[in-house]
């Protein structure tokens, strides 16, 4: 089972940034989604395709429809800039997506 | 608070074997399921093993399956992978992961810091 992510996204700040997750039949599995800062550890950003954990700001969104989930950050600060991988699970097996680099320009 | 500590991670050279720790603290590590994934030097993560709460269940991604055991021991609130005949392709950074909820809403909510593997000669 395979997740496909973009490589990377421009957003300008203040913008709209939207990075998608694709995978058969996605819909019927549950997406979540890590933000990895350079030399720091995954962080959880959404988990079960759209709830936020406390703490995560407001911007931070997920939704999924049929093979695809987004993630999407409004009103993006330069501090989002970072790699965002998707995981879900498979058969007992982690998936990561290929990570996305987000970069805000 | 959640901390998780990884350690053992080093030099190791192409056969050898390498034992990871992940201490847990700051939750009930008896009751949750628990995870290793890997990063490779600027490579994206991958899963490599789960065990659920009490140990009873294990999997693995199929390049480490039969040559790494995932285990822990929940009177000493630690994690534990063992790699054998390593290859250059397991170096990577090891992280221990906490996981949230079960089945496929499974999530890792806590991560830990991080351990490097080399495998080199």
């Known amino acids: 089972y395979e997740l496909t992510q973009p490589p990377s996204v421009s957003v300008s700040p203040g913008q709209t940034a939207s990075i998608t997750c694709s995978g058969e039949k996605l819909e019927y599995k549950y997406v979540c989604w890590y933000q990895q800062k350079p030399g720091q550890s995954p962080v959880l950003v959404i988990y079960q395709d759209a709830n936020r954990p406390s703490g995560v700001p407001e911007r931070f969104s997920g939704s999924i429809s049929g093979n695809t989930a987004t993630l999407t950050i409004s009103g993006t600060q330069g501090v989002d800039e970072a790699d965002y991988y998707c995981?879900?699970?498979?058969?007992?097996?982690?998936?990561f997506g290929g990570g996305t680099k987000l970069i805000v320009l | 608070q959640v901390q998780l500590v990884e350690s053992g991670g080093g030099v190791v050279q192409p056969g050898r074997s390498l034992r990871l720790s992940c201490a847990a603290s700051?939750?009930?590590?008896?009751?949750?399921?628990m995870n290793w994934v890997r990063q490779a030097p600027g490579k994206g993560l991958e899963w490599v093993a789960d065990i659920s709460f009490d140990g009873s269940n294990k999997y693995y991604t199929e390049s480490v399956k039969g040559r790494s055991t995932i285990s822990r021991d929940n009177s000493k609130n630690t994690l534990y992978l063992e790699m054998n005949s390593l290859r250059a392709e397991d170096t990577a950074v090891y992280f221990c992961?906490?996981?949230?909820?079960?089945?496929?809403?499974?999530?890792?909510?806590?991560w830990g810091q991080g351990t490097l593997v080399t495998v080199s000669s």
């Open positions: 992961a906490k996981v949230a909820a079960t089945g496929i809403r499974k999530y890792f909510d806590y």
């Open positions: 700051g939750f009930t590590f008896s009751s949750y399921d």
């Open positions: 995981q879900a699970w498979d058969s007992n097996t982690g998936i």
